[in-house]
Structure formats: C-alpha cells, structure tokens
C-alpha cells in the first residue's frame, strides 16, 4: 500500500465504495478502509451486503419457501416428508 493518497474513504459500504470508485473513475487515488471481517477475510458491502438489505430479503426467500413447502404442496398432490429450519445454514451475521 501507498502512504498518500487523494482520498481516504472510511468505510466499505454503498456510501464508502460508490464514493471511492467514483473518485477512482475521475483519476483520484483512493484508498477504501473497511474495519468489518467475515471469517478472517476484509467484508466489503456495509450493512447492505452483509447483515441488511441482501441477507434479509435472503431469510425472506428463504420464508416463503418454507411455508410454501410446509403447506401449500400438498394441495399439488405433492407429498413431503419433515421439513426444517436450519437457521445456521443461513446465517451470514
Ligand atoms: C435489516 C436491514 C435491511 C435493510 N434493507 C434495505 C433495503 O432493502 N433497501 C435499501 O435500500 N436499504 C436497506 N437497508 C439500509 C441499508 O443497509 C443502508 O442504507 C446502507 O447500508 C447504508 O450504507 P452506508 O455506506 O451509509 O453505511 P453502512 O452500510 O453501514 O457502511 C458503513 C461501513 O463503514 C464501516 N465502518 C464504520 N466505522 C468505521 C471505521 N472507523 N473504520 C473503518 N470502517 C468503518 C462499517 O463496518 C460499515 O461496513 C437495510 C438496513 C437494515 C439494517
């Protein structure tokens, strides 16, 4: 990494990266810094990306899937065996 730059952006989500890449675009240096980590690896994205916007309307999907399987089959003439929520599985947080 450099030591200067024309612009310093703290933090990585849509406000943090749409202003660093549009720097980017009009020929600034720009360094992004993002304090978040998922796994040991820097997570990008802000609330948005990881615990807000894409993971709920995710758990939404994931819902009416859910419901769907559980009691609207059946009036298909389609027949299911147990049906579980493995909230693990969809955790991102
Ligand atoms: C449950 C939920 C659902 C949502 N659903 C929607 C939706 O459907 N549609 C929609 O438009 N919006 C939705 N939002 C709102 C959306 O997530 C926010 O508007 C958006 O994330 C704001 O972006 P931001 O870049 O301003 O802040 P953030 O996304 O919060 O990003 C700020 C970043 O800065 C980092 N940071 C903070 N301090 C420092 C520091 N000192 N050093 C380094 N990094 C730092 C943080 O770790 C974070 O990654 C939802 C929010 C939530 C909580």
Known sequence: MKDNYDLVVI???PGGYEA???AGQL???VACIEKRVYKGEPALGGTC???GCIPSKA???SSHRYE???HDLDEHGISTGDVAINIEKNDRA
């Open 27 to 29: 020929g600034m240096s």
């Open 68 to 70: 769907a399987t559980k």
């Open 59 to 61: 758990l939404l999907d």
């Open 11 to 13: 933090g990585g989500g």
């Open 20 to 22: 660093a890449i549009r």
């Open 49 to 51: 990306l990881n615990v």
